[in-house]
């Protein structure tokens, strides 16, 4: 049952059935959420200080109870303007950026064309993809072992690391994503398949199928992380090993535009139509920053744990923090967590249970 009610596909036909009923629905789907928070109560895991992953209760009282305070309550004085400021000591914070200004948006970029945030940019392409491609592979071979496995690549772009998996570590070697490149029908064999679908709607593998699942600087554009990440726990094997890495939302670098755009944070702070009207200034179809979900690393984590992996290793990648730019735009940049503004990608990986 559980099982059943974790498949999203289920769950809106079943809204959608429900929907059409002439009299009634609504009792019905109270209680159907009813049973899905039953259904999906003993999921609510935590890691405890010892390393062990338990169920929270719901509430917490100490033991023995506090003894009742006896008495009837004292009266407060009453005064006027009671939070009014009389003095601080908290720090002036910078102005706040209005999001909408072109002019400030060309001016910062013109002040870092000299001192970009990516001084080098990775190359577009196909040599400078091979050649990524390669050194990936031979890394990630070292630490969980490619060869002779059956591999799936998530959001596997043009391809290459599918072919190489192929052809250079004997693997068995799938790619898949949301749609079709022009290189798939050239690199595709009877060792190297491709597959257009979304993996958080749609199931084309069976359960339990990969040895190892690899993907790279795609979970920022998938619009449904979670239901993807339990598609992946879901055609992984017990015992098989999943390596992802993606670009957090509130790093310096998540917009993706660093070819263009050389200062950190463009898409905190300023909106998308800014950045399209910079780009439509110069010829350039942009539609905005290249990202879709704006999770941390913390609702990442809770993703992962959630869904019964296990972790191995994590690490981060991270940009240096411009304190004076910063501290220009705190009025906005302070709205974050400072770890989080710091940290570019994250790089885990993770098993499934046996």
Not at 138 to 153: F, K, M, P, T
Not at 223 to 245: C, D, M, V
Not at 284 to 306: C, D, I, P
Request: charged fraction near 25%.
């Amino acid at each position: 049952m559980r099982r059943a009610a974790r498949r999203p596909g289920l769950r809106r036909k079943l809204v959608t059935t429900l929907d059409r009923l002439p009299v009634g629905k609504h009792a019905v789907l109270r209680v159907a959420r009813s049973v899905d928070a039953l259904i999906f109560r003993s999921e609510r895991t935590r890691v405890t200080a010892g390393g062990r992953r338990g169920v929270l209760p719901s509430a917490y009282r100490i033991s023995p109870a506090p003894p009742p305070i006896a008495g009837a309550w004292p009266v407060a004085p009453l005064i006027d303007d009671p939070g009014g400021f009389v003095r601080s000591v908290a720090a002036p914070i910078a102005a706040t950026p209005d999001p909408r200004d072109i002019d400030l948006f060309e001016a910062l970029n013109e002040e870092y064309a000299t001192k970009p945030l990516v001084p080098r940019p990775p190359g577009r392409d196909a040599a400078a993809r091979s050649d990524r491609a390669r050194q990936r592979l031979d890394d990630i071979h070292r630490s969980i072992g490619l060869a002779g496995q059956r591999v799936l690549e998530f959001g596997c772009g043009s391809g290459y690391e599918v072919w190489y998996l192929a052809h250079h570590f004997g693997a068995e070697a799938t790619g898949v994503d949301i749609a079709e490149r022009r290189a798939w029908s050239v690199l595709a064999d009877d060792r190297t398949k491709f597959v257009m679908a979304d993996l958080a709607v749609e199931q084309p593998f069976p359960a339990d199928h990969f040895d190892r699942i690899l993907s790279f600087s795609v979970f920022e554009h998938v619009a449904h992380p979670h239901a993807a990440l339990r598609e992946l726990h879901r055609i992984l094997k017990p015992g098989g090993i999943a390596l992802i890495s993606a670009n957090l939302h509130q790093g310096p670098m998540a917009s993706h535009l660093y070819h263009d755009l050389y200062f950190p944070w463009p898409h905190l702070l300023f909106e998308d139509h800014v950045i399209r009207e910079y780009f439509d200034r110069r010829d350039r179809k942009v539609s905005g920053a290249s990202w879709v979900n704006r999770l941390t690393w913390s609702q990442y984590e809770s993703h992962f744990l959630r869904l019964g992996f296990e972790f191995l290793a994590l690490r981060f990648s991270e940009s240096g923090f411009d304190e004076d730019f910063y501290r220009r735009f705190e009025g906005v940049l302070g709205r974050y967590a400072r770890w989080d503004l710091s940290r570019d990608f994250f790089h885990v990986v993770v098993r499934k249970p046996v």
